[in-house]
C-alpha cells in the first residue's frame, strides 16, 4: 500500500467508523459504509486506533451515548482523516484522467458524509439536501414519477385476471398477486440455490461473451443465504473476498441475510437474485476483485463505499441486472409477464426509495404521511413503506445520500444499455476499462476494454 492508497483507506474507513461501520464483521448489522476490505494489506489507524473500536461499539455519531466516544476519536483521528481527504485530492490532480475522476467524485462524497456527521453531532452546520444527493448522485434531487410503470402493472394483472380498478384496486390486485406467489422464508436457501443457478447460466449465455475472456473463470455467485431476524433491513448482501484458495487466489466469496419478516413473491425473489447476486453486486464485486488481483484496477477498489457515485452505479448495474442476464434492455422484452410484474414492482419499491427521501428531506413531510404515499402510489409492502420512510428514510446519512441512488443509477444504466452495444458497454460496466462510477462511465465507453491490453 502506497502512501495514496494508505489515504484512500484512512479516509474511507475513517468515514465508516463515525458512522459506526465494522468493515470485517461478516455481517450486514455491523458493516455501514465500506462495503467491502478485501485486500490482504493491514487495516490503517483509522480502524485499528483504541478509539475507534470503542467508537464503534458505541454506534458512531448516531448512537444514543455515544458523545465522549465521538469526541475521544475526533480528537485523534479527526485530523488524520481531513489530511487523508486533501491527500486524495491532490492525488486525483496528479494521476488525472478516467481515475483522477473517480478520485475527485469519491473525495466529494466523503467530504460530505464528514460535514453530514459533524451536523449530527452539533460540531457542524447543517448540510443543505441538495448538496447531500449531488454529492452521491451527481444531479440535483427531484422526485419519482411512477405513474408509468404502475400503468403498465395495472394491465399487466388486468389480463392476468386480477381485475384492479382506481388506486386502492391497484394495491388490492398487488397484494393479492404477492400473496398468491409468496416465498416461504423456510425454504428460501433451497430456492435461492436453485434460481442463482439459473441467473448463472443466463449470465454465461448473454454476459460473458461480451467480457474478457480473463473473466470467465470467476465465480460470479459464490455466496450463502442467510434468514435473519429482526433486522432494519430488508436484506444485506455481504461481500468478503478475503478467503485464499491454496494458491493464493480468491474465492470471491459473500453472504446474503434476508429479513425473516421480508414479504416477497417469487418473482420479486428472481429480481432480487439477479440484483444481489448474478449478474448484480456478488458478480460485479467479484469481477472487481479480480481486476484489482492483476494490477488493472487500483487500491480504492477493494474498499467500495455505499453514498458514492460508484455506488450509484453499481446500484444501477443491479437494477438492471436481470435485463443483462436475458440479453435484453426493456422490462416488457422479458420472457415472463409475472416476472415482467416482479421487475416492475421492485423498480417501484427503488422509485420509492427516492421518494422517500425527497419528500422526508426536501418537502418535512412527516413519516405517517410518507409511509402511506409509498404504499399508495408505489405499491411497497406495509413493511416496506414502514422501513424507508422510517429507519432508512429519516437516517441523516441514508436517508439524503443513498435513497436516491438507486432510481438515478437504475435509468443511468438503462440509458447507456440502449445507447451502446452490450460488447462496448458491459466491460466498461463490470471495471474492465478501469474502476468507474456513474459520473465517469461514459467517459470510458470509447476507452479499450481489458480484451486489448
Not at 69 to 81: K, Q, W
Not at 91 to 118: D, I, Q, Y
Not at 265 to 284: A, C, D, K, R
Not at 309 to 322: M, V
Request: net charge negative; proline share 6%.
Amino acid at each position: 500500500m502506497n502512501q495514496a492508497d494508505l489515504s484512500i483507506a484512512n479516509a474511507i474507513l475513517g468515514i465508516d467508523t463515525l458512522w459506526g461501520g465494522d468493515v470485517t464483521c461478516p455481517s450486514g448489522t455491523g458493516r455501514f459504509i465500506a462495503d467491502s476490505w478485501f485486500s490482504d494489506e493491514a487495516l490503517p489507524a483509522a480502524y485499528t486506533h483504541p478509539t475507534a473500536a470503542r467508537l464503534r461499539a458505541a454506534g458512531g455519531v448516531t448512537g444514543k451515548d455515544s458523545a465522549v466516544a465521538v469526541a475521544d476519536y475526533l480528537r485523534e483521528m479527526g485530523p488524520e482523516i481531513i489530511r487523508s481527504m486533501d491527500a486524495i485530492n491532490v492525488e486525483a490532480r496528479r494521476v488525472g484522467g478516467l481515475r483522477g475522476a473517480f478520485l475527485e467524485g469519491l473525495n466529494t462524497c466523503l467530504f460530505t458524509m464528514w460535514e453530514l456527521a459533524m451536523e449530527t453531532t452539533g460540531k457542524g452546520n447543517r448540510v443543505p439536501y441538495e448538496q447531500s444527493v449531488k454529492a452521491s448522485t451527481g444531479h440535483a434531487p427531484e422526485p419519482s414519477r411512477p405513474e408509468a410503470k404502475r400503468e403498465r402493472v395495472a394491465e399487466l394483472l388486468d389480463r392476468a385476471g386480477y381485475q384492479p380498478s382506481g388506486p386502492a384496486g391497484i394495491l388490492n390486485a398487488v397484494d393479492t398477486w404477492r400473496r398468491e406467489r409468496l416465498v416461504p422464508m423456510a425454504s428460501v436457501r433451497a430456492l435461492s440455490t436453485a434460481v442463482i443457478a439459473h441467473f448463472d447460466e443466463l449470465s454465461r449465455r448473454n454476459l460473458l461473451p461480451h467480457l474478457p475472456k480473463e473473466l470467465a473463470g470467476v465465480p460470479r455467485a459464490n455466496i450463502q443465504f442467510l434468514p435473519i431476524k429482526e433486522a432494519w433491513f430488508s436484506g444485506s448482501m455481504n461481500y468478503i473476498g478475503r478467503a485464499r484458495n491454496p494458491d493464493g487466489t480468491p474465492k470471491y466469496e459473500a453472504t446474503y441475510e434476508i429479513n425473516a419478516s421480508l414479504q416477497i413473491s417469487v418473482p420479486e425473489f428472481e429480481q432480487l437474485i439477479s440484483h444481489e447476486v448474478v449478474p448484480g453486486h456478488v458478480t460485479t464485486f467479484a469481477y472487481l476483485q479480480n481486476l484489482y488481483v492483476r494490477g488493472l484496477v487500483g487500491f480504492e477498489a477493494t474498499v467500495l463505499t455505499m453514498n458514492t457515485r460508484a455506488a450509484t452505479l453499481f446500484e444501477g448495474i443491479a437494477n438492471n441486472a436481470i435485463l443483462i442476464a436475458h440479453g435484453v434492455t426493456e422490462v416488457e422484452q422479458l420472457p415472463d409477464e409475472d416476472l415482467q410484474i416482479g421487475v416492475l414492482l421492485a423498480l417501484l419499491q427503488d422509485d420509492a426509495k427516492n421518494q422517500a427521501s425527497y419528500l422526508t428531506w426536501k418537502e418535512g413531510v412527516p413519516q405517517k404521511e410518507v409511509a402511506a404515499t409509498l404504499r399508495r402510489d408505489f405499491l411497497v409492502t406495509e413493511e416496506r413503506a414502514d422501513k424507508l420512510s422510517g429507519a432508512w428514510g429519516r437516517h441523516p446519512l441514508l436517508g439524503r445520500m443513498y435513497l436516491p441512488a438507486y432510481r438515478c443509477g437504475t435509468e443511468r444504466v438503462a440509458e447507456l444499455r440502449r445507447k451502446y452495444a452490450p460488447s462496448e458497454i458491459l466491460p466498461v460496466l463490470y471495471g474492465c476499462a478501469g474502476l468507474v462510477d456513474s459520473e465517469t462511465v461514459e467517459a470510458a465507453c470509447p476507452q479499450p476494454t481489458c480484451s486489448s491490453r
